[in-house]
């Protein structure tokens, strides 16, 4: 098979695999509370991972939490700050927080996000009768500067309580330049979150470079294993926040009069974790930092230009996102995905013959759905690359794009 669905999920090494292994044959054991040796050996590596995980994405004044996805890393962002009243306001730079939230407050997300970095805030919104402003994306993919200088306007006299973005978008590929939305959050004293998802398995990402109060990632995007992701917070407001679910290491002392949770980070981490997905993460964090990184970006950014010009030389298809000068000129900066469709034929019939040529690519909204409407298509097909592909696999895509086009005569 020529995998090119790494954005959706990357291949897992079979070192990782052994790491996974190695837990449940060396210990399969619960950790923390355990006396005995196997309990210890597994409590450490867990622990461990969290200073490891911190290095890898230069957290700084940072709890990295373990939760099962960016998903739920994002969710339980938004429950916990959901059930804040006046406590974020001893910090300094949170103004907006001098109450919880009221009717009227303000989240400011973008067009381009995934559903991830929206519903959640949309249920804080029914909840709280709570207003939701959106950064308009333009065709490029790039969010739209001059409309969000316009939006600064409208929400002069309004309280901004949160500001949400995706560092990469997962349709069009394209880095945000998050820096001037940070700025804002700052002046606003608004919580400002960032979903790594599509950029810590690209780059070296800098928490403190990207100064997030929260950032979300998943291990299944880096080369780890499914079910294990980082809420990465600062943990002066991880001191306040209240738990998002409750039961078993989170629990400090419970009497029938009384009740109090442990410290963050394990505040956050109720009941049994997924130990042996800690122990995968571990495994692909150390191949990402041992990695030689300008190989791996040179051999990513080389093939996602081949495909990228190669398939703008291609009759009847639309690319949805930055084009190819774009990119190869540095104007835009771009991940290893790209979007297109392939005028009269839907998405899906695409991706099937794309299967039938053993080439896998992810086609349908990507759970992007506001995205697809700015770009007036129900769906798209998406290639996404990764370390592990070469020319190889874009001569297999493009053989199996041009049987998509001898099947339906184009």
């Known amino acids: 098979m020529t995998y090119l669905d790494s954005a959706a999920s990357s291949l897992v090494p079979r070192s990782v695999i052994e790491a996974v292994n190695e837990y449940y044959e060396k210990s399969g054991v619960n950790i923390h509370r355990g006396v005995y040796k196997a309990s210890a050996w597994a409590t450490d590596i867990y622990e461990a991972t969290r200073k490891e995980v911190s290095d890898f994405i230069d957290a700084k004044n940072c ?3 373990y939760t099962r996805n960016a998903t739920e890393g994002l969710n339980l962002v938004a429950a916990s ?12 730079g949170y103004s907006a927080w001098k109450t919880g939230f009221q009717s009227g407050d303000v989240i400011l997300i973008s067009e381009s996000e995934h559903h991830a970095n929206i519903v959640p805030w949309m249920m804080l919104q029914r909840k709280f009768n709570l207003e939701i402003f959106y950064i308009p994306v333009l065709d490029n993919g790039v969010l739209d500067f001059q409309s969000f200088l316009h939006l600064k306007s409208v929400l002069r006299n309004k309280t901004v309580k949160i500001v949400s973005l995706a560092h990469v978008s997962n349709v069009t590929g394209v880095y945000h330049d998050l820096s001037v939305y940070e700025a804002y959050a700052r002046e606003k004293g608004a919580i400002f979150v960032v979903d790594a998802a599509q950029s810590v398995c690209h780059e070296r990402i800098s928490q403190t470079g990207l100064n997030a109060d929260f950032l979300v990632f998943s291990a299944h995007k880096m080369l780890g294993p499914s079910g294990i992701g980082i809420l990465c917070g600062k943990k002066e407001l991880l001191t306040v926040l209240p738990p998002y679910q409750t039961g078993g290491d989170m629990i400090e002392v419970v009497a029938k009069d009384r009740l109090t949770f442990q410290t963050s980070p394990q505040r956050f981490e109720a009941g049994t974790p997924h130990i042996a997905g800690v122990f995968g993460l571990s495994e692909a ?7 030689e990184q300008s190989d791996m970006e040179k051999n990513e950014e080389e093939l ?3 495909l ?18 774009d990119v190869r000129d540095k104007k835009i900066k771009k991940a290893g995905l790209v979007s297109f469709t392939l005028n009269g034929v839907h998405p899906h019939d695409v991706g099937t013959i794309f299967d039938s040529k053993d080439v896998a690519i992810r086609v349908g909204h990507h759970c992007c759905q506001i995205l697809m409407k700015v770009f007036q298509v129900p769906a798209t097909c998406r290639a996404s690359l990764y370390m592990y592909n070469d020319e190889n696999d874009i001569e297999n895509f493009f053989k199996a794009l041009h049987e998509v086009k001898s099947v339906f005569g184009l």
């Open 308 to 325: 990228l010009e190669r398939l703008s030389r291609e009759k009847g298809i639309k690319i949805q996102g930055p084009v190819y000068e």
């Open 304 to 306: 996602t230009l081949l």
């Open 285 to 291: 964090v150390k191949i990402l930092q041992n990695f």
């Open 81 to 92: 700050l959901s059930q804040v009243d006046k406590e974020l306001s001893d910090f300094n």
């Open 63 to 65: 709890d990295i939490i």
